[in-house]
T-cell receptor, first 113, second 113 residues
Framework: DTEVTQTPKHLVMGMTNKKSLKCEQH?????MYWYKQKAKKPPELMFV???????INESVPSRFSPECPNSSLLNLHLHALQPEDSALYLC????????????FGPGTRLTVL | AQSVTQLDSQVPVFEEAPVELRCNYS??????LFWYVQYPNQGLQLLLK??????LVKGINGFEAEFNKSQTSFHLRKPSVHISDTAEYFC???????????FGKGTRLSVIA
C-alpha cells in the first residue's frame, strides 16, 4: 500500500481565517513533505520533516505553520493567508529521506478569498 | 549548478503513436532519477525510477525510460499512447545525499484521437 491521504480535498478561506490541512500515511515512512503547486508549474518544496523533526524550511512565510504530531501525521496550519497563496498543496512521504522515492497524496485545492 | 531540464513544454501526439518525453540534468555526482505523472486535479503518481543497476527501467502503464550517464539524460518513452495518457509529466532528480528532489518544469502530453 503506497497511499498518502489528504484532507480536505477542497478548502475556501478568507484572509482572516485559520484552517489546517491534514496528511496521513501508514507506510512506516519517516520523512514527510509539504509542497505548493501553482497551475502549470512543478511542485515547490515548502517543508520537510525527518523522524518527526523539521529538517528543511524553504523560507516559507510564517503564515504557514507545519506540525508533525507523530510519524504518520503531518499538518499544515494556515493563518492570515493572501490570495496569492491559492494553490494545490501536496503532501508526500518517503521511507527515510529526500533521496528515497517520494509518494504523493491527492492534494488539497486551496482558494483564498 | 544542479538542474533538471525538460526540453518540451508541450507534446501533442496521435493516439497509438510512439512518444518520447525528454529530460536532461546537470550534475557531476551520482543521481537518482524519477518520472511522475499528474492527471488533472490530482496528485503526482510515480511512473518509474532509476536508482542503480540496469539503465533501462520499466514503469507502470507501459512506460519505460533509459538512463544515459554520458548524456546526462533520462528520457521517457511509450511505444503506443492512449487518450488516457493525456497528462502532465514531471522528471525529478535527487542529487547525492539527502538533498531535496529537484523537479523539471513539466511536459504536457496531449493525445489526439
Amino acid at each position: 500500500d503506497t497511499e498518502v491521504t489528504q484532507t480536505p480535498k477542497h478548502l475556501v478561506m478568507g484572509m482572516t481565517n485559520k484552517k489546517s490541512l491534514k496528511c496521513e500515511q501508514h507506510m512506516g515512512h519517516r520523512a514527510m513533505y509539504w509542497y505548493k503547486q501553482k497551475a502549470k508549474k512543478p511542485p515547490e518544496l515548502m517543508f520537510v520533516y525527518s523522524y518527526e523533526k523539521l529538517s528543511i524550511n524553504e523560507s516559507v512565510p510564517s503564515r504557514f505553520s507545519p506540525e508533525c504530531p507523530n510519524s504518520s501525521l503531518l499538518n499544515l496550519h494556515l493563518h492570515a493567508l493572501q490570495p496569492e497563496d491559492s494553490a494545490l498543496y501536496l503532501c508526500a512521504s518517503s521511507p527515510f529521506g529526500s533521496s528515497d522515492t517520494q509518494y504523493f497524496g491527492p492534494g488539497t485545492r486551496l482558494t483564498v478569498l | 549548478a544542479q538542474s533538471v531540464t525538460q526540453l518540451d513544454s508541450q507534446v501533442p501526439v496521435f493516439e497509438e503513436a510512439p512518444v518520447e518525453l525528454r529530460c536532461n540534468y546537470s550534475s557531476s555526482v551520482s543521481v537518482y532519477l524519477f518520472w511522475y505523472v499528474q492527471y488533472p486535479n490530482q496528485g503526482l503518481q510515480l511512473l518509474l525510477k532509476y536508482l542503480s543497476g540496469s539503465t533501462l527501467v520499466k514503469g507502470i502503464n507501459g512506460f519505460e525510460a533509459e538512463f544515459n550517464k554520458s548524456q546526462t539524460s533520462f528520457h521517457l518513452r511509450k511505444p503506443s499512447v492512449h487518450i488516457s495518457d493525456t497528462a502532465e509529466y514531471f522528471c525529478a532528480v535527487s542529487f547525492s545525499g539527502n538533498t531535496p528532489l529537484v523537479f523539471g518544469k513539466g511536459t504536457r502530453l496531449s493525445v489526439i484521437a
